[in-house]
């Protein structure tokens, strides 16, 4: 089951860098890794894809080791408003079909 | 684009009534799937379809049944509603998988079952 793990909750203060971090250990050769954001009562928003190395956007960078095993998403300058739940996700392809299944995703709570 | 909709926004239901929530795309996806999140939890994945005629069982999935007859609309019904299945109910569309496909998301159907 290509699940997804990460660390249940973080905090961080205003203007400092958080780096979240996600293990995928089955995630499939031809797979992205994708992570969403998500602001209470609101569907998840994308942020950032990657498949390798490394990527960046104007909100955030994806780090990706070679063997692909995990992700780290990281946020530069974090405020009050990154106050929010993180998911990483891959596909999953453990009963034949691909679809995408959430792990628990991150809540970060970024303090004044 | 209006991107993927979701109606209704709110519905209140008894104990044993069935409804349909319905979800419609207009980006041409293939696929499409619908989610449930209970407050404070993450996103179960209910059923999932990767093209019109297409339809799989996702991790919960008692309960619903789902149709996909078109490329645009992918409805989930619940069939007689019971008090668990309070939740808000999330649609995505992605135009394949896999890939560097991305899913976007619908405002959600906030449910609650008396």
């Known amino acids: 089951l290509a699940k997804t793990t990460q660390p249940i909750s973080m905090d961080s203060y205003e203007g400092q860098e958080v780096n979240i971090t996600c293990s995928h250990n089955n995630i499939a050769t031809n797979d992205y890794i994708t992570w969403y954001q998500q602001f209470p009562s609101q569907g998840p928003r994308f942020i950032i894809q990657?498949?390798?190395t490394k990527v960046t956007n104007e909100v955030a960078s994806l780090f990706i080791p070679a063997d692909r095993k995990s992700s780290t998403l990281s946020l530069p300058r974090v405020s009050l408003s990154d106050t929010a739940v993180y998911y990483c996700?891959?596909?999953?392809?453990?009963?034949?079909?691909?679809?995408?299944?959430f792990g628990t995703g991150t809540r970060l709570k970024v303090l004044a | 684009n209006a991107g993927v909709t979701q109606t209704p926004k709110f519905q209140v239901l008894k104990t044993g009534q069935s409804m349909t929530l319905q979800c419609a795309q207009d980006m041409n996806h293939e696929y499409m799937s619908w989610y449930r999140q209970d407050p404070g939890m993450g996103l179960r994945l209910i059923h999932y379809?990767?093209?019109?005629?297409?339809?799989d069982q996702g991790e919960v999935p008692n309960g619903y049944n789902v149709s996909r007859s078109t490329t645009e609309d992918f409805p989930l019904r619940l069939l007689s509603a019971a008090p668990s299945q309070t939740s808000v109910y999330f649609c995505?569309?992605?135009?394949?998988?896999?890939?560097?496909?991305?899913?976007?998301f619908g405002p959600g159907t906030r449910l609650t079952v008396l």
């Open positions: 995505a569309s992605s135009y394949r998988t896999g890939g560097g496909n991305t899913q976007y």
């Open positions: 379809s990767v093209g019109a005629g297409i339809t």
């Open positions: 990657g498949y390798k």
């Open positions: 996700l891959v596909g999953d392809m453990a009963s034949g079909t691909y679809k995408y299944i």
